[in-house]
């Protein structure tokens, strides 16, 4: 084991029954490096990370932090050793303040009582660390999303952590909280520690990270220095085949639209939730739809199907009044809605791949209207083929797939009913690669068949890449439309960060 070296596992091997999630897969952490650990959904990332942080025991494998023989038998006792964790969905307690957050299972006693003058100060001093002041006696729940990530990595720091290990931390912030958190880590790895950033996002990795590690189908392919590795090479040894050429048919397979409105929107708008706006959408075409997060995407979204029920304005399909008081409303005009939060809002995670696919077209015939199973797994074995979805079987539980494949399976419910508009919220967050090239593919081809949509990313990007216009939000406000020559991406950030009256 070199002496810059804090972490050499060798030969990790890990079986679970009918699947060999690691095969004899090397991982080497320097000290004072940002280390990347890619692969597509299943390539053995989670795993591998769960062996480190003694979720899971290895079959075989040696492992050695600082020198000596590393075997945690829980995660706690990973922690003890100072390796710790941070997940994309924190583990904190919002009715708990900030101070027994951080110290929560380690609390200073006096004379059998808590210190909590000393756990207090010790907060203080925890987050001033990373630059961070906030009133740490204050519940966590009246904190931002991002606020409660530093305070997770704080917590983690002051355990006296050596290795620090990010996983999706930035999945739900927004730009200025992202360059936020990349300051601290950057401070964080120039302090002494070592840390290991797992992401999706390919220009935040080549941003933060030195080094890359890939794996696929649990499988080392090899260990990178990111500075001397184009993005398009990582993307290939992720995916195990050239990418360009599926990067190309997604950018060239433009919509072919109609001039013919399916559906508009008249200063449609709901009080406290998004403010009066118009839109109209046409048969064949994308419409994107752009912003930060909270900036109201999502709750248009909700208005068009329903789940929220505007209190101004008027909706017209095909010229048609209508109005939406609930779901089940948009899903007999047609409308179908892939949601942001699939694991919250998706997918019911006990019911089968078949159950979920079915779901929706249960809903729009009624209860009284039962599918026959024979009929339930003719439809989805229809669709895990033309979706390509990876499962063992229809009737394996969805939450055992990967994050692409549960994707899949919520698109294959909606597109079982036949819908002329699809509403797909962030459809790719949390997804590999190739699973997000295939999921864009689909939907531009659904496009060249004739039906609309309404696309929503965080990623401007992607926005700009699948929509023919794109609406920008701000502040829970339509604030601009992009056609044409003006879909670049400087266009639309400065319309975003524009100052009401023009001024950037």
């Keep these: 084991m070199e002496p810059n070296t804090i972490l050499q596992m060798s030969g990790i091997d890990i079986q679970f029954p009918g ?109 001033r660390r990373l630059n961070l002041s906030i009133d740490v006696t204050k519940l966590l729940g009246g904190y931002s999303v991002a606020v409660k990530q530093m305070i997770a990595i704080a917590r983690a720091v002051d355990m006296n952590s050596k290795i620090l290990i990010l996983d999706e931390p930035t999945s739900s912030l927004d730009r200025p909280e992202v360059e936020q958190l990349f300051t601290t880590v950057r401070a964080l790895r120039d302090e ?78 709901k009080k406290y939730t998004v403010q009066p706006f118009d839109l109209v959408i046409r048969k064949g075409e994308t419409l994107g739809l752009a912003g930060l997060l909270g900036s109201g995407r999502t709750e248009v979204a909700n208005l068009l199907f329903g789940i929220d029920e505007a209190d101004s304005g008027e909706l017209l399909l095909e010229k048609k009044k209508w109005t939406f008081k609930k779901p089940k409303d948009a899903i007999r005009a047609l409308i179908a809605f892939c949601p942001e939060d699939r694991k919250k809002n998706g997918l019911i995670y006990e019911l089968s791949v078949r159950e979920n696919i079915i779901l929706a077209m249960q809903a729009k015939q009624g209860i ?30 969805v939450g055992n797939l990967s994050g692409g494949n549960q994707q899949k399976v919520i698109l294959a419910r909606w597109l079982v009913t036949n819908p002329a508009l699809l509403i797909l919220d962030e459809p790719t967050r949390g997804i ?68 009401p009256g023009g001024a950037a």
Excluded at 373 to 397: C, H, M, R
């Design 368 to 397: 009284f209207k039962y599918l026959p199973l024979k009929k339930q797994a003719e439809i989805a074995a229809e669709y895990i083929q033309k979706l390509g979805i990876i499962t063992p079987g229809a009737d394996v539980p």
């Design 192 to 269: 002494g520690l070592s840390i290991v950033f797992i992401s999706h996002f390919l220009d935040q990795v080549y941003e933060l990270c030195d080094r890359v590690t890939v794996l696929r189908n649990g499988k080392l392919i090899g260990e990178y220095v990111l500075s001397e590795l184009p993005k398009l090479e990582l993307v290939s040894k992720m995916v195990g085949k050239d990418f360009s050429t599926l990067e190309k048919r997604e950018k060239n397979q433009k919509n072919k639209k109609s001039n013919e409105v399916f559906i508009e929107a008249r200063n449609l708008g």
């Design 432 to 499: 590999d690669v190739a699973a997000k090239a295939e999921i864009m593919n689909l939907a531009m081809q659904l496009c060249g068949e004739g039906m609309s949509l309404l696309f929503i990313s965080s990623e401007v990007e992607e926005v700009i890449r699948c929509s023919d216009r794109i609406a920008v939000m701000r502040d829970r406000k339509k604030i601009a439309e992009i056609a044409g020559e003006d879909m670049d991406e400087e266009k639309i950030l400065k319309t975003i960060a524009a100052e």
């Design 19 to 127: 699947v060999h999630a690691l095969d004899n897969v090397d991982f080497t952490l320097r000290r004072n490096e940002i280390h990347s650990i890619m692969g597509e959904n299943g390539a053995g990332k989670s795993t591998l990370i769960k062996v480190l942080t003694g979720v899971y025991k290895k079959d075989s494998g040696t492992m050695l932090l600082d020198g000596n023989e590393f075997n945690p038998a829980s995660p706690l006792d990973a922690r003890e050793h100072g390796v710790n964790s941070v997940y994309q969905e924190i583990n904190l307690c919002d009715n708990l303040s900030v101070a027994e957050n951080i110290y929560a299972g380690r609390q200073e006693t006096r004379f059998g009582k808590i210190n909590w003058k000393k756990i207090k100060t010790g907060a203080e001093d925890a987050l």
